[in-house]
Each structure stands twice: as C-alpha cells, then as structure tokens.
C-alpha cells in the first residue's frame, strides 16, 4: 500500500523597521530581506523509509539575502497552530514535523563574531510562535548583497534537533495533503 503525504509550506515575508536616518540613499531601505528562490518547498511521502526516517533536505532549500544598515535579526514562524489536511481538514499534523538548517553562504560569519545561528548544526522546529533563527553576534551583522547570503535547508519528520521524536509512522498520520505558510520576521535587533 502507497501512501502519499504532500507538504507545501508556502514563505510570507514580514519586515518591521522604524524610521531611522540612513547613510545610504535612497530607493535602499534600512531593512530589506530577499527570496532568491525556494519560495515553495513541497515534501512528497511515497516509500516507506521516508515515513519511518523522514526526509532531510532533500533539495528542498529556500536562498535568502539581508540588507541592513543596522543590526538585525531573523525569526520565522507559521500561520496556523498544526497542518490541517486539504482533502480532509480533520487530518492533523504537528508544525514540528518541520525544522530548518541555515547554512550561511555570505561573508559575514556566523561563528558568533557577525551572526549567532541557532540553527547551524541541528534544524529548529517550526512554531506558530516567532522563533529566531539569525541573530546578531559579539561584532556587527550589517551589510548587503552576498555579506548576508543564507541557504535555508528544510526537512520533514527527521526527529533532529528539537523536532517531533516520533516519526510521522509512529504518529499515524493520514495520507493528505498538508499546506501550511511560514512568515520570515526580519527585525532591528535590540
């Protein structure tokens, strides 16, 4: 028996920034972030060893850019409090099936010096509350063009990091379609 689950997480960006003077001048913004590509990213179930291990990346990446005269931060989170089923809104699946790697590509480093990357190492798990992802370090993170350059690498039902432990066999759930979007919340960091 095939079972198909299908995962489309769809970004929203969200920029909040005061009015502050800028030594740049204008059309640039205090605060800007960019998807390059990966505004979709779409998991499908389709054999057993995915349902008991999940899928890790899997090609399925969201590329970003920050522009910033200031320092700032990162934060995503999801519209809803679980994935609800397309064909049959009463199939339920946690949102931290979900998590996120961010791989900095960009010269600012994230050793802690430029950027604090919470999720270097292990995926986060998504959330419908803002959680942060990119952080400014003991220097600064300002910059532009490839200064802040981040792949986001997203997986689905891995049980790394702070993931759901089970895996999406263990949590029985139904074979749908699931769609959920996810905000990406770039702020001054305060």
Do not use: H
Not at 32 to 39: D, R
């Amino acid at each position: 028996m095939k079972k198909n689950v299908k995962i489309l997480i769809v970004f929203f960006v969200l920029l909040s920034v005061k009015a502050k003077s800028q030594d740049i001048p204008p059309p640039n913004p205090g605060l800007v972030i960019n998807i390059i590509s990966g505004y979709s990213v779409s998991f499908n179930f389709d054999e057993m060893s995915e349902y008991k291990d999940g899928i890790m990346n899997g090609g399925q990446s969201t590329f970003i850019r920050i522009g910033a005269i200031m320092d700032w931060k990162l934060q995503f989170s999801a519209d809803q409090v679980m994935f609800y089923g397309e064909n049959d809104p009463s199939n339920q699946m946690e949102l931290n099936n979900v998590g996120v790697v961010v791989v900095s590509t960009g010269t600012n480093q994230d050793d802690g010096s430029n950027i604090i990357n919470y999720a270097k190492t292990v995926p986060i798990a998504l959330d419908n509350n803002e959680v942060t992802l990119l952080t400014k370090g003991s220097g600064s993170n300002k910059g532009y063009g490839i200064r802040n350059a981040f792949t986001l690498n997203w997986e689905m039902g891995t049980k790394r990091g702070n993931m759901n432990n089970q895996s999406l066999l263990e949590q029985m759930i139904a074979s749908d379609t699931y769609t959920i979007n996810i905000t990406l919340t770039l702020t001054p960091y305060r």
